[in-house]
């Protein structure tokens, strides 16, 4: 069953780094998920400033506008999507992963399938 791994980081430094892990714990988390072969795919997200919303009103105006705007000091940094047996083995992914610490934490959610998909 295939998984979703929502990245969220916890405290940032005065660089807006996570607070909590460094890059290093980062780049041997995925080299582990990776060679274990569940990653179906992964990305990081740049830096939250870069970041656009789009919301289209009732009437069909679109409205487009730069910036975060996260209602919470939590911010999405990155996702994996991983093909695992189970709920307990996402889990146990989702607690080694960096972004779990630090007052980070990891969202688990399951891939939707649709039959004939």
Known sequence: ??????????????????????????????????????????????????????????????TVTDGPFAETREVLGGIYVIDVPDLDVALDWAAKCPGSRGGGSVVVRPVAEFPGA
Do not use: H
Request: charged residues 30%; aromatic residues 4%; proline residues 5%.
């Open 1 to 62: 069953m295939k998984y979703l791994l929502l990245i969220n980081a916890g405290e940032l430094d005065p660089e807006n780094a996570p607070v909590g892990c460094e890059p290093e714990d980062w780049m041997r988390f995925d080299k582990e998920i990776t060679e274990s072969g569940v990653v179906v795919a992964s990305e990081s997200l740049a830096d939250l400033v870069t970041a656009t919303r789009v919301q289209v009103a009732n009437d069909g105006k679109r």
